[in-house]
């Protein structure tokens, strides 16, 4: 969909280029995250110290400067750190462990954490996600909102806006958003050229199919969104290619799960979910649904890579691990006296009907599918899933707003140094919990377990391998006994 605003301050996704999955292209962030090595890489930041007080200090590229000209300064950074500390933000959470983050000088600003909440993994994580920003813009803006959040959430920033990155705003029209190349772009300094293309061009496809078509045609040079059967496509158009050319094609970066909104009667039942967590045909949404381009599903809050679920003592875990098996799932719905009725729906004792509605994006083809097989999947088990496919923007605004039964969704979604401790807390932490119709940064299912979050709490301060794996397994316990998402 076109932005309606360029505004980074606006909860959620407000466009290409300046949504929360960062681009990079307009806004830049201090460091950029290497999926490769799992590292931070310097971009308008050159370094970062962890002190022995916990405190970070971080070098800023004394080249560094906005494209309207003016320098980039460590003022610019810790002012960008600290709107996040008095509005609701993307990165407003990283205040749970800061105490303050102050410019030393123009190239130098330091984090300070609070001293009875150190999670420097987690402040780091910080570095990729805050949004470098003109302190002479957007001190502005907040005056002239008279600092109301809403009102600054206003301005929508559409007319030039002023950033660090290698292209700016060049036209929006109704098919899409144009970039021109800013050729005065301070990152010469760090990569040590220009971009090659002078002009990007994000069209607008209504959906993944049309931009697998325009990719095959080549009318387009790169996409990214789902295309199926790329290995197909690819046999037909050699021009097609992927960063990897073996399956899966990529690197696994998260996992898509069906969260259930643990306020909606039936959903509250925990066996009610265990049962639909053994009702779907995982392989089945890997093959139609991804393309195959997915592992075998495992019901843990890490990724099954080595390096996320190496604390994990699986073998401790597994008679709790779930798989597809439908029989399984009608013996728990049978045990709580779930009774089918004369159209094959089951109907739990207080008479809650076991009928519930899953929300993926209108035109995520792979996630469309997937909720489909969901649902056919789960009518064996006597349980109705109806499908719903609501615009992007409507879509990824309710599942913030909890206005939603089931939803697809990424946890955690964005690699970081901190995984699998973020998806954990991104999951199960009360610190997200908000009211149906406020928004939520995470927990969307607003899942309540005290003692998770505790453990959550906890583990970033944890050394010992020990105690390592203590944690991890008990918290994928929890996980695993309380079912309030799905990985499928």
Avoid at 127 to 154: C, F, N
Avoid at 155 to 162: A, I, R
């Amino acid at each position: 969909a076109l932005p309606s605003t360029l505004n980074p301050l606006v909860a959620g996704e407000s466009g290409w280029p300046t949504g929360t999955s960062i681009q990079l292209l307009l806004y830049e962030t201090p460091f950029m995250m290497n999926m490769l090595t799992g590292e931070l890489e310097p971009l308008v930041c050159d370094s970062y110290t962890v002190n022995d007080d916990h405190s970070i200090t971080v070098k800023v590229n004394e080249k560094a400067h906005f494209n309207d000209g003016t320098p980039c300064t460590a003022t610019d950074i810790g002012n960008a750190y600290n709107l996040g500390a008095k509005y609701a933000l993307n990165w407003s959470d990283y205040w749970t462990n800061i105490e303050s983050v102050e410019a030393v000088d123009d190239t130098t600003f330091v984090i300070k954490q609070k001293a009875d909440a150190i999670n420097t993994p987690n402040v780091l994580d910080s570095l990729q996600i805050v949004t470098v920003l003109p302190e002479h813009i957007w001190s502005k803006v907040e005056e002239d909102a008279g600092y109301d959040i809403m009102k600054i959430r206003e301005f929508l920033n559409l007319d030039n806006p002023v950033a660090t990155g290698c292209y700016k705003i060049h036209n929006i029209t109704e098919n899409g958003v144009y970039m021109i190349r800013d050729d005065n772009y301070w990152g010469v300094e760090r990569f040590g050229k220009l971009p090659t293309p002078k002009y990007l061009a994000n069209l607008i496809y209504k959906s993944n199919d049309l931009l697998a078509v325009a990719l095959e045609n080549n009318e387009v040079d790169f996409a990214q969104a789902f295309i199926p059967a790329i290995n197909e496509m690819s046999a037909r158009n050699p021009k097609v290619g992927t960063y990897y050319s073996e399956p899966p094609y990529h690197l696994e970066g998260g996992m898509v799960t069906a969260v259930f909104n643990m306020t909606v009667p039936g959903l509250d039942n925990v066996d009610v979910r265990r049962a639909i967590a053994y009702a779907i045909n995982y392989d089945m949404v890997g093959q139609l649904a991804m393309s195959g381009y997915t592992k075998e599903v495992v019901p843990l809050l890490a990724l099954t890579n080595g390096v996320e679920d190496k604390y994990i003592d699986k073998d401790a875990l597994s008679e709790l691990f779930w798989s597809y098996d439908v029989a399984k799932a009608n013996e728990i719905l049978d045990g709580i006296g779930a009774a089918r009725g004369a159209d094959g729906i089951r109907v739990l004792p207080d008479g809650t009907r076991l009928s519930f509605t899953i929300q993926s994006g209108y035109g995520w083809t792979d996630w469309n599918a997937a909720c489909e097989v969901v649902a056919q999947s789960c009518r064996d088990a006597g349980i109705e899933i109806i499908c719903e496919m609501p615009e992007s923007a409507v879509f990824m605004s309710n599942r913030q707003t909890g206005d939603f039964e089931i939803t697809l969704n990424i946890p955690g979604e964005n690699p970081r140094p901190s995984q699998p401790w973020f998806r954990y807390r991104n999951i199960l932490s009360s610190d997200f919990l908000a009211p149906i119709g406020e928004i939520a940064f995470g927990n969307l299912g607003r899942y309540e377990n005290a003692e998770a979050s505790a453990l959550v709490d906890k583990l970033p301060n944890a050394t010992e391998e020990a105690e390592l794996i203590e944690l991890h397994t008990e918290i994928n316990r929890i996980y695993l006994e309380d079912v309030p998402l799905i990985p499928i």
